[in-house]
Nanobody
Framework: QVQLVESGGGLVQPGGSLRLSCAAS????????MSWYRQAPGKERELVAR????????NYADSVKGRFTISRDNTKNTVDLQMNSLKPEDTAVYYC?????????WGKGTLVTVSS
């Protein structure tokens, strides 16, 4: 059974940091590109960051470049998103995604709220 379980969300003040983690199981994690998406209230889901299967390549949405860092550990089947210098506009539900060929897997999301 495929599972992607996100954790680490919460309430943080502007300028603060959070680290999201996604634990994967039920598929061959190391061959999947892994991504973090987010969806803010009233907006479409958008790609935040992606990392290739063995971690050699990453890309980021322009809005988070220089503030967020995606990483993965293929020995633990986890993918993390370090978020620094958080802004109110980063408030959203953050989803973990795994992609390989025609397979797309999604977690249920974790809420990040940036507010004073």
């Amino acid at each position: 059974q495929v599972q992607l379980v996100e954790s680490g969300g919460g309430l943080v003040q502007p300028g603060g940091s959070l680290r999201l983690s996604c634990a994967a199981s039920g598929f061959t994690f190391s061959i999947y590109a892994m991504s973090w998406y987010r969806q803010a209230p009233g907006k479409e889901r958008e790609l935040v960051a992606r990392i290739s299967s063995y971690g050699g390549s990453t890309n980021y949405a322009d809005s988070v470049k220089g503030r967020f860092t995606i990483s993965r550990d293929n020995t633990k089947n986890t993918v993390d998103l370090q978020m620094n210098s958080l802004k109110p506009e980063d408030t959203a539900v953050y989803y973990c995604n795994g992609h390989y060929g025609g397979n797309y897997y999604w977690g249920k999301g974790t809420l990040v709220t940036v507010s004073s």
